[in-house]
T-cell receptor, first 113, second 113 residues
Framework: NAGVTQTPKFQVLKTGQSMTLQCAQD?????MSWYRQDPGMGLRLIHY???????DQGEVPNGYNVSRSTTEDFPLRLLSAAPSQTSVYFC????????????FGSGTRLTVV | SQQGEEDPQALSIQEGENATMNCSYK?????LQWYRQNSGRGLVHLIL?????REKHSGRLRVTLDTSKKSSSLLITASRAADTASYFC?????????????FGSGTRLSIRP
């Protein structure tokens, strides 16, 4: 199994541009989440989903949109990139119901200039 | 603000010694998880402890949970160079579905040869 796959691995954007970070998992996990990690810091939750068609906001949702049309995919959209969104973005998935750890992707390193 | 706070922020020990990291959290939880992150990589799930458990073991890892003090500790025994990484605690912040996982700020562990 591939686990959680994130693309691209690296991206440079200009201020004001939009883009979509892709996340796909092949483990049939119901739960999926997006986090951002700034240098030397922990992870902050952006958006999360408990299943296809259901999403909710995390700790830092402003400037980001998500949708979950299938169980496998959970793309994160940056609407109008800002330098403050320079960060490493991680996607993670888990079985539902609690009591299970999350499987993380390898991350997307985004720089906004 | 983040749900969990790890202490210390950084820890350097000699190979073979034991490493202890602490995590304090703010709200009631259903479970608490510990993750490891090697430099530049995604997070790896280490262990999960439920709110009705006081101690759990996995190999060289020992986790304790004190819900009355809202704190947890991670003990790594007989440390190895490969244990050099950042360690994060994460909680469900009381959400019964455990679909929303919030991370602490992490402890950077360095193992000296």
């Amino acid at each position: 199994n591939a686990g959680v796959t994130q693309t691209p691995k690296f991206q440079v954007l200009k201020t004001g541009q939009s883009m979509t970070l892709q996340c796909a998992q092949d483990m049939n996990h119901e739960y999926m989440s997006w986090y951002r990690q700034d240098p030397g810091m922990g992870l902050r939750l952006i958006h999360y989903s408990v299943g296809a068609g259901i999403t909710d906001q995390g700790e830092v949702p402003n400037g980001y949109n998500v949708s979950r049309s299938t169980t496998e995919d959970f793309p994160l959209r940056l609407l109008s990139a800002a330098p403050s969104q320079t960060s490493v973005y991680f996607c993670a998935s888990s079985r539902q119901g609690g009591g299970y750890g999350y499987t993380f992707g390898s991350g997307t390193r985004l720089t906004v200039v | 603000s983040q749900q969990g706070e790890e202490d210390p922020q950084a820890l350097s020990i000699q190979e073979g010694e034991n490493a202890t990291m602490n995590c304090s959290y703010k709200t009631s939880i259903n479970n608490l998880q510990w993750y490891r992150q090697n430099s530049g990589r995604g997070l790896v799930h280490l262990i999960l402890i439920r709110s009705n458990e006081r101690e759990k073991h996995s190999g060289r890892l020992r986790v304790t949970l004190d819900t009355s003090k809202k704190s947890s500790s991670l003990l790594i025994t007989a440390s190895r160079a490969a244990d050099t990484a950042s360690y994060f605690c994460a909680t469900d912040a009381g959400y019964s579905s455990a679909s929303k996982i919030i991370f602490g700020s992490g402890t950077r562990l360095s193992i000296r040869p």
